[in-house]
């Protein structure tokens, strides 16, 4: 049985990530800075992919936080006239600097990346001194800027559900990170979950 659940949920990343690429494709000449969309929204999904098996919850609930949480941001389109609410530069500014955030933070994990909270080791270097979930942040700063430059009520609807379930994911994957002491030891020195001075 989860086997088939999990390629199912693959399967299903898969098409939405084939049908975000084509619309993203399509408008890539009218706004070069999907690319660092693109580059931000596609990885997790390779990374799903490849990922090498760890300790895993086995409670549904998180599961679909995960889910949610990486399936509404690849339902987002480029609009067809860009919406501008912020400079372009801006924009293209806090998309680069999510992008570097989720970079650094994804070849932190590399195959331990994972969509349901598991403890495949915990990562103490980099990004993770800052912050304990930099990939979140990462994913905030890229979607916020793709959303400033691309606004739509489809869009803004799909990235609110997408962050509201990053913040009950990150939860879960505290609750199920706290089992383990070099986790409960990085929450001492490394205070804030994905905002410094926030969150």
Request: glycine residues 6%.
């Amino acid at each position: 049985m989860n086997k088939i659940v999990d390629y199912g949920e693959r399967l299903f990343l898969l098409v939405l990530a084939a049908n975000f690429f084509y619309s993203i494709e399509l408008n890539i000449r009218e706004q070069p800075l999907l690319i660092l969309l693109a580059a931000s929204e596609l990885l997790p999904v390779v990374l799903i992919l490849i990922r090498r098996p760890g300790q895993c919850t086995q409670e549904w609930l998180p599961f679909i936080y995960a889910l949610l949480g990486t399936a509404a941001p690849l339902m987002v389109r480029p609009t067809e006239s860009p919406t501008f609410v912020i400079p372009v530069a801006l924009g293209g500014t806090l998309m680069l600097t999510g992008l570097i955030f989720n970079l650094t933070a994804k070849m932190a994990l590399w195959r331990s990346f994972g969509l349901a909270p598991a403890n495949r080791g915990v990562r103490v270097g980099g990004p993770y001194r800052l912050v304990r979930h930099p990939m979140y942040l990462g994913y905030f700063l890229t979607q916020l800027g793709f959303l400033f430059t691309n606004l739509t009520i489809g869009n803004a609807i799909k990235y609110l559900l997408a962050w509201s379930m990053q913040i009950l994911r990150i939860r879960e994957e505290e609750k199920f990170l706290l089992q383990d002491k070099a986790y409960r030891d990085l929450t001492r020195t490394v205070r804030f979950r994905l905002m410094p001075f926030i969150y």
